[in-house]
């Protein structure tokens, strides 16, 4: 089975100092969900960043949807980095448009019309409970209602891959849970997901999910599953 990302021997280091990531390899397989895990400034945004190719790495190997990362030239990088879905730590919401206008944005790059993207946009809404602030500006919601926003953001465009940092960072457990559901979903129509999270609660969530451990920049595979294609998930009630 080819495998959507692929990284070996992987490392990343900022600057002149130490390595933030050393010796990472792991192979994600289509359609697979996996939790990222660690301590605080374990690296865990860091192997994100390479994931949606905001960094290059110092040195190692990485391919993409079976593509040579580290040799392909930057104008070919937009191109793929449509094919990922984000959700930053930060949210990175466009200050100046709506709730509606900041989700429906990967929809209209995609060249969908208007009159296409206005019931996926709302029913999205709907299911991330905004539909009353649909007009809203970022500046006027809250940090949970903004990240609820950044996710609805990344996941409407069904990409192939979907890279979500503290997704649930900032909702109360139930909306986690709400969200959990979107990604799982997401996941059933054959999007990759990677979430990085603190919060062990989730990772009980959804059985057959893959973990991913990141222990001062070194990567641990506890179960064994980085090696093996994908278990079909089962989401808890
Ligand atoms: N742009 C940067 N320049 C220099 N050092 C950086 C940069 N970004 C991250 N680091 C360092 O790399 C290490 C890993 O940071 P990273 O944000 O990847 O960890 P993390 O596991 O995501 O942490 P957290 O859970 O707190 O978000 C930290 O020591 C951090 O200070």
């Known amino acids: 089975m080819q495998s959507v990302a692929e990284f070996d021997n992987v490392g990343l280091r900022y600057g002149t100092g130490a390595e933030t990531l050393t010796d990472v390899s792991f192979k994600l397989f289509p359609g697979s969900f996996y939790f990222l895990t ?110 609820r926003v950044a996710i609805a953001r990344a996941v409407i465009g069904r990409p192939e891959m979907l890279v979500a940092d503290e997704p ?24 990759t997901v990677v979430v990085a999270t603190h919060d062990i609660h989730l990772l009980q969530e959804i059985e057959g999910a893959q973990m991913m451990r990141l222990d001062k920049g070194r990567l641990s595979d506890p179960t064994g599953s980085l090696r093996h294609p994908p278990r079909p998930l089962v989401l808890r009630n």
Request: charged share 20%.
């Open 38 to 147: 660690g301590a605080s400034g374990a690296g865990k945004t860091s192997l994100l960043k390479l994931l949606y190719l905001a960094h290059r790495p110092s040195r190692g190997a990485i391919r993409m949807f079976g593509e040579d990362l580290v040799a392909m030239p930057r104008s070919r990088l937009p191109g793929f980095r449509r094919r990922i879905g984000v959700v930053f730590q930060d949210f990175r919401l466009v200050q100046h448009l709506s709730a509606f206008d900041n989700i429906a944005l990967p929809l209209r790059i995609a060249g969908i019309s208007e009159r296409d993207l206005v019931g996926p946009v709302n029913e999205m809404l709907d299911w991330i409970g905004l539909t009353e602030r649909s007009s809203a500006r970022p500046a006027t919601l809250s940090g949970g209602e903004q990240q």
């Open 168 to 191: 649930t960072g900032n909702v109360d457990p139930d909306m986690a849970l709400r969200l959990l559901k979107l990604f799982a979903a997401l996941n059933r129509l054959g999007t």
